[in-house]
């Protein structure tokens, strides 16, 4: 399936999140429209209130109290403020038009995934920051030189756990020899969602690092059994590899232990030659953390029965008091209490 193709499936996959990203880049847009014709005083003798301007956009979408109150407002914004609104809008609706093309970017050969994807956060932080920027700024609490870049740039550190929660799913093509995905952990939280499209040969298990308790990780070949992966609902990261890589899915609803949580599909043939920066033995070291934490605990041994005895109760190896439970259960006639 060409890359396209593919592309577009994951996106479809990850709709809900996308559309909610993107419905609430656009209905943040509508406010601070609403808000800047509020103040500005644009009324030409149609019906009044925030509902009849807005018409069947607002109806279900936007809370039509809030617009009310904002233009029942007594405080006039000066001329300033206005001008930083403006500029808060027209972030937006950028960004609103930039529709799937904001969720999607390319590592360059030879550069870092890293960095591309905290570039690529900075920039949906936008939306973000330009919202926080319009909120200030109708309370007066707008400070230039804290808050003044928000709507330039604004990095995923900075992110509330609100706003992590809201972030959309972003998709990331980058060449096997330059998947160092260890840096993607620092973005994992909240619902952030990243899928790796890997180019070319890569090293087989470059996820297995990112394993945690409650990271959804998936490596697969098949973009359709990234479905399960979009309906985790929480962080998570999955790479669409090339043939011949492994493939294992953490599912952190699977249970308690790591084993559990832990499924592997396929392991490859040890690694022969290095990809990339990536060197035999790294690739082999990998591979080796992969199984290990995928083996599942061997059951304990039963205990032996000593000769003309019976075999000891649960919990014998346990604590001093368990061992003489264990011990008098033994020793106990208890035969014709029935």
Known sequence: MPSDENDARILELLGGQVTAFESAVTTTAEQVRVALETQKGSGNGQPSGAGAELGLFAVGRLDVERFEALRSSPQALDDMTLSRIEDVHATLSGLSERKQSLLRVDVPSGGSVRDTVAQALADIGRAFGAARIFDLSKTSRFEAQEHGALAQAFRFERWSKAER??????????????????????????????????????????????????????????????????????????????????????????????WQRLTVTHVPEAPRAAVGGHSVAQQADALAQLGMLAARPPEPEAAPVPAGGSAAAPGAAGSPADKLAAWLLDQADLEGLG
């Open 165 to 258: 929660l809201r972030a959309p799913p972003l998709l990331v093509h980058v060449d096997g020899a330059d998947l160092y995905p260890g840096g993607l952990a620092d973005f994992l939280d909240g619902a952030v969602k990243l899928v790796l499209v890997v180019r070319g040969a890569a090293p087989p298990a470059p996820l297995v690092r990112l394993v945690s308790p409650n990271t959804f990780v998936m490596q697969t070949t098949d973009v359709e059994e990234l479905a399960r992966f979009a309906a985790w609902d929480g962080t998570g990261v999955a790479a669409l590899m090339p043939e011949g890589a492994a493939r294992f899915v953490h599912d952190p609803s699977g249970g308690p232990h790591l």
